[in-house]
């Protein structure tokens, strides 16, 4: 080594490369970047864009201020919708929780038969929301729905019709076709938790002597709440956005008795042809859930020591 | 090796009798294991990592069942019974403390426990006696300021003496306290030793105290069991674990730096009894050719402290040559390590003083010819076939 220029490259190359290996990061994640926006963040504020005009069939008109929003919370068929919405989450989620979490439990027990019963219970999830809405609608299609005609048409139930006509029942039926769809992925995220616990607390409880109700109350619940809190409140979102199987077994009706901010928006859209006012409706429901999201984030990260 | 009775000894009243306990995984963990722990007593266990002195523990507690063997606690059958029914205290070497709750909280676990079993009410008066019990074990193990700290924000050190916390919180029929002190600083590690053997040894019920540091054995226990390869291979007390060890698996892990392990061949040719190998040569006294002759064939293994053997660069001592192989100080003592004309090391234990002289200076010397003699009326003669000590009597 004679002298250090010799050795070292140019001073500018060296910044050139510095400059490459900076990129190099965001070379990487470009892919996933430019995907992200072009289907999620451009047609995002577009739909807000949209959502302060005049939008009908298809041709955007005027600026139209907060008037969309305005005639959307006016509107008695929105606040339906959100009822039918929180009536369909509510119920179906905590049910699709428990039966989870005691599903869970007992394929923890060292059940007979678990590497069959594992994979035949990622079907319902794994199955495309279109079909679990055609399976069952013809399961419960009045006198010819296996599941009608044997079991409703036998005690009286809904004749010649199916539950899915009915005002009063429909919504529960498709709440029963959600815990259907959801409980069995609820149960194998839920074991898949608890697999995952620490072994050494469960012996150490064993030490002390606990019994089995307090060892689940103080010690499994306890030490899951971290992962029960993230997939309830995927669960949540994801229930309260259900649109598929809704549209091909009801599509809202009877009337609006179904009838789900989503599938409202939809024929917003496209029956109504106000895309406008669909577009602040889906603003809306954007908005409400950013603030329950982030309360609920922050609750967990405090209290559940979740994320 | 201590004695096998048949029947479980009733005097054994208040304490636990283990009788021949084997157990297996993939391979055998525990072969014919029994122990007897005295009511009041401390109780060593030593052993190297993997000789199953942590599966002998969930045994005794109950987390584990033995394949075949007998325990008793009190005179009980125990096998049946769950940990909680056989009232251990156990200190995990893992820690095992619960992940959601605070130092206070598994602290006091035991007694809760203790308190939900028993079936009656909550009362503020117990409560309180908890908090109290509680917190003076806390202060013993100078955790006392960490106690709203859950489990994840402590260091390793912490978490084992809150571990240690709650197995002394409470006392049982029985204390294992697996390793309780092995991951604390030097410092703490004395004071504590000291501190915990004292105040378990107040107990009416036995404690096992489980270390794989035969010289923390010695120190701790009443009496010290040792345990290689799934067998006891000697109980007894620190005396005589350390001045007569059963065989060389007791020797060897005994000591620091463990005892200095020689084999060496019966010379037939020399007019008197000798023993020797290539670069040494040991004309022995009574005792010792007494104790070999007793040995199966005509090679044995001569056990040596390292503070009974004696360096230096004189020509008067030639029972052995080698040269320096390490000269480590070590403050207040210092380590010579040897290595003799036949490749076999030995380590001689002595003054910072000595080190010096022999290598020529603190730490050196390396390469230098030292010559050796072996302190007789200090060794020990063990059996080349069957590790045991020749002079060992049942």
Redesign the interface.
């Given at each position: 080594m004679t002298s250090i220029t010799e050795t070292d490259p140019p001073l500018q190359t060296t910044r050139a490369r510095d400059k490459r290996e900076a990129l190099y990061p965001y070379l990487l994640i470009a892919p996933s970047m430019i995907t992200l926006v072009v289907v999620a963040l451009i047609p995002f504020l577009y739909a807000i864009y949209l959502s302060f005009h005049e939008a009908r069939f298809g041709r955007v008109t005027e600026f139209a201020g907060f008037a969309n929003y305005a005639s959307l919370l006016a509107d008695e068929r929105f606040w339906n919708s959100v009822s039918v919405a929180a009536t369909f989450v509510f119920i179906a989620v905590p049910i699709e929780f428990m039966l989870g979490l005691a599903g869970a439990l007992i394929l923890g027990q060292n059940v007979k038969g678990r590497s069959i019963l594992i994979p035949l219970l990622f079907m319902p999830a794994m199955m495309a929301p279109v079909v679990v809405g055609l399976l069952w609608k013809i399961m419960l299609a009045g006198s010819w729905g296996f599941i009608s005609y044997n079991v409703f048409e036998r005690f009286g139930m809904f004749p010649d019709t199916s539950i899915f006509a009915s005002p009063d029942y429909a919504l529960y039926a498709l709440i029963f076709v959600d815990i259907w769809q959801w409980t069995p992925f609820m149960m194998l995220a839920f074991f898949a938790g608890l697999q995952a616990l620490p072994v050494a607390p469960f012996r150490a409880a064993a030490i002390d002597g606990a019994g089995p109700l307090r060892i689940f109350f103080r010690l499994t619940l306890p030490m899951m709440t971290p992962l029960l809190a993230v997939i309830g409140l995927l669960r949540f979102i994801d229930a309260f956005k259900v649109f598929d199987t809704m549209y091909i077994l009801t599509n809202g009706g009877p009337g609006t008795s179904t009838e789900t901010p989503s599938i409202l928006a939809n024929k917003m859209t496209f029956e109504f042809w106000n895309i406008g006012e669909a577009s602040a409706l889906a603003v809306i429901v954007w908005i409400a859930f950013f603030i329950f999201c982030n309360i609920f984030y922050q609750v967990a990260k405090k209290r559940l020591n979740a994320f | 090796m201590t004695m096998q009775p048949k029947t479980i000894d009733a005097a054994l009243s208040g304490g636990v009798c283990a009788r021949n306990l084997t157990k297996s995984f993939e391979h055998e963990v525990l072969s014919q294991v029994s122990l007897d722990l005295r009511p009041g007593e401390v109780l060593a266990l030593t052993g190297p990592s993997g000789a199953g002195k942590t599966t002998l523990a969930r045994i005794l507690?109950?987390?584990e069942r033995p394949d075949s063997g007998t325990l008793a606690f009190g005179g009980r059958d125990a096998l049946p019974l769950?940990?909680?029914?056989r009232?251990?205290?156990?200190m995990?070497e893992?820690?095992?403390?619960?992940?959601?709750l605070s130092v206070v909280e598994n602290t006091m676990?035991?007694l809760v426990?203790?308190h939900?079993?028993s079936g009656r009410k909550r009362d503020k008066a117990r409560d309180a006696t908890n908090r109290a019990t509680t917190e003076a074990v806390l202060e013993l193990l100078e955790i006392a300021h960490l106690g709203h700290r859950l489990p994840a924000e402590l260091s390793g050190g912490q978490k084992q003496r809150v571990a240690l916390a709650?197995a002394l919180v409470r006392e049982g029929a029985l204390l294992i306290l697996d390793e309780p002190i092995s991951h604390l600083d030097a410092k703490l590690r004395h004071k504590l030793r000291g501190e915990l053997r004292q105040r378990i040894s107040r107990r009416a019920s036995p404690s096992l105290w489980i270390t794989p540091d035969g010289v923390e054995a010695l120190s701790v226990g009443d009496r010290v069991a040792v345990l290689s390869h799934g067998r006891i291979e000697q109980v007894g007390t620190p005396e005589e674990v350390w001045q007569r060890p059963a065989n060389m698996a007791v020797a060897r892990l005994l000591g620091d730096p463990a005892m200095n392990l020689i084999p060496l061949r019966r010379d037939a040719a020399a007019a008197t009894p000798t023993l020797g190998m290539p670069g040494m040569s040991l004309a022995l006294d009574d005792r010792l050719s007494a104790l070999a002759a007793r040995a199966t064939g005509d090679r044995v293994v001569l056990g040596i402290r390292p503070d009974a053997l004696d360096l230096a660069a004189h020509a008067d001592m030639a029972e052995a040559h080698g040269e320096i192989y390490a000269n480590e100080p070590f403050g207040k003592h210092a380590i010579v390590t040897v290595q003799l004309k036949g490749g076999q090391i030995v380590k001689a234990k002595g003054s910072m003083p000595w080190a010096a002289e022999l290598g020529g200076g603190i730490g050196e010397g390396i390469g230098r010819p030292v010559r050796l003699k072996i302190r007789q009326e200090a060794a020990l003669l063990f059996d080349h076939e069957d590790e045991r000590n020749l002079g060992f009597l049942k």
């Open positions: - | 507690a109950g987390l769950t940990p909680g029914q009232d251990v205290q156990l995990f893992s820690y095992a403390l619960y992940p959601h676990s035991p426990a203790a939900v079993r709650r």
